[in-house]
């Protein structure tokens, strides 16, 4: 079992930044694939920022550019840097840690933090 906890979450204006941090219960080393997903009210959840166990890093078009996700070994975290938030980056953000074994992917998910921004 993984089990996921994720912190950094607020309320912050246009323009400014928040961090987010997921912190992984076993070595994330055992981990495949860390990812950021997000879900506002009324829509459907969106991937935001993935990151692999050999550094393959994707982002959603909308936050390219603005966010940054990276994986700390050392702290068994794996973080969200968002820069220039938007209005439409309101949402609860989840943490998802994937660990692909005997052809399948065994995904655990955080319980989400809101971040909310106000225009």
């Known amino acids: 079992q993984v089990q996921l906890v994720e912190s950094g979450g607020g309320s912050v204006q246009a323009g400014g930044t928040l961090r987010l941090s997921c912190l992984v219960s076993?070595?994330?080393?055992?981990?495949?694939?860390m990812a950021w997903y997000r879900q506002a009210p009324g829509k459907e959840r969106e991937l935001v920022a993935s990151?692999?166990?050999?550094?393959?890093?994707n982002y959603g078009d909308s936050v390219k550019g603005r966010f940054t996700i990276s994986r700390d070994s050392a702290k068994n975290t794996a973080d969200l840097q968002m820069n220039n938030l938007k209005s439409e980056d309101t949402a609860v953000y989840y943490c998802?840690?994937?660990?692909?074994?005997?052809?399948?992917?065994?995904?655990?998910w955080g319980q989400g933090t809101q971040v909310t921004v106000s225009s």
């Open positions: 076993r070595s994330i080393f055992s981990i495949d694939a």
């Open positions: 998802k840690a994937s660990r692909l074994r005997f052809g399948g992917s065994y995904d655990y």
């Open positions: 990151v692999t166990s050999s550094g393959s890093i």
